[in-house]
């Protein structure tokens, strides 16, 4: 990548804090990392998502608009994470899932080390409203070269409420 390309579009924070989405049956494609106390191996990261947006883009399932695709991190455990990718519809040979209910998001700006902490404030917030998150995702708004060019590391925090 040269130092004026940008592979990554531009982040609307104000499409994603403080926003609840209800979602239905929303689809996406699956895969596994594994991980060392939470810390992915990053050469993995980014085979993983290669791999599932091009399983994504022969399907012709991906967004139509890149800013409403969500690639979505979930931690289990300390040892495993899963990766999710928001498609069209079903995928041949995929390891399809859907994701039901509903979830409030929160945008952050900060390092990725961060994301305890984020996780904190969030928590903070639900309790004033008298919510409880059950689970976390957490969607990177941009790859580590973007959130360079662009001067911010955008995370947006997905509760299950």
């Known amino acids: 990548m040269s130092n004026t390309q940008i592979c990554c579009p531009k982040f609307n924070v104000a ?19 594994p991980q060392l106390f ?13 791999k599932m947006w091009n399983i994504a883009e022969r399907a ?8 409403e695709t969500l690639i979505l991190f979930y931690d289990p455990h300390a040892f495993k ?3 999710y990718l928001s498609v069209t519809c079903h995928i041949p040979g995929a390891n399809n899932v859907t994701i039901s209910g509903r979830f409030f998001s929160k945008v952050f700006d900060g390092a990725y080390n961060a994301i305890p902490q984020f996780i904190n404030e969030m928590n903070e917030y639900l309790k004033s409203q008298k919510l409880v998150a059950k ?13 360079k060019k662009y001067g911010n590391n955008y995370i947006i925090l997905f509760a299950e409420v």
């Not at 976390?136 to 959130?147: F, G, L, M, N, Q």
């Open 38 to 50: 939470h810390i992915p191996f990053p050469p993995m990261i980014g085979w993983k998502i290669t």
């Open 135 to 147: 689970k976390y995702y957490v969607h990177y708004a941009y790859c580590p070269k973007c959130s």
């Open 60 to 67: 012709m399932a991906t967004l139509p608009d890149k800013s």
């Open 15 to 33: 499409k994603w804090d403080n926003v609840t989405h209800e979602w239905q049956n929303k689809p996406f494609i699956y895969e596994s990392i």
């Open 81 to 83: 994470s899963e990766i």
